[in-house]
């Protein structure tokens, strides 16, 4: 039997009822426990995130070195394109969603706040064509 049987995602910001509705509306749900320092939510797909003050945080500064990743977190999403536009109506930016060539299988953004995470494709469950 395992020890730990769920684990949750923490995020550390200045404004957490901000941070959190920028999360509620990109996992579309709504939070399920708030108090002074701390809004949880958990997702339809049962992916648990919570947001706890700190008049202290900084944002991190990846990719660049200095404080580089403190978190980073990955959706995975069925429309890249369609997944960044509702990032940016959110409050989001890109941090690098396209390459040389067309788009990349997975694109990186910042939260309002300034954490990383990652849009990935889903894998697909079609067999593969040859």
């Not at 009822?17 to 997702?43: H, M, Q, R, W």
């Amino acid at each position: 039997m395992a020890l730990v049987k769920a684990g949750i995602v923490v995020l550390d910001c200045a404004e957490p009822e901000k941070l959190a509705e920028f999360y509620k509306g990109l996992l579309d749900t709504e939070e399920t426990d708030a108090n002074a320092n701390l809004v949880e939510i958990t997702g339809a797909a049962g992916t648990r995130l919570a947001i706890r003050r700190d008049a202290n945080a900084t944002p991190p500064s990846w990719p660049r070195p200095e404080s580089s990743l403190q978190a980073h977190l990955e959706f995975l999403v069925e429309d890249l394109d369609e997944a960044e536009r509702r990032i940016v109506g959110l409050g989001g930016r890109a941090l690098e969603t396209r390459g040389a060539h067309g788009p990349l299988e997975e694109r990186q953004y910042a939260d309002p706040a300034g954490h990383s995470f990652t849009l990935r494709l889903r894998p697909s469950t079609a067999p593969k064509q040859e």
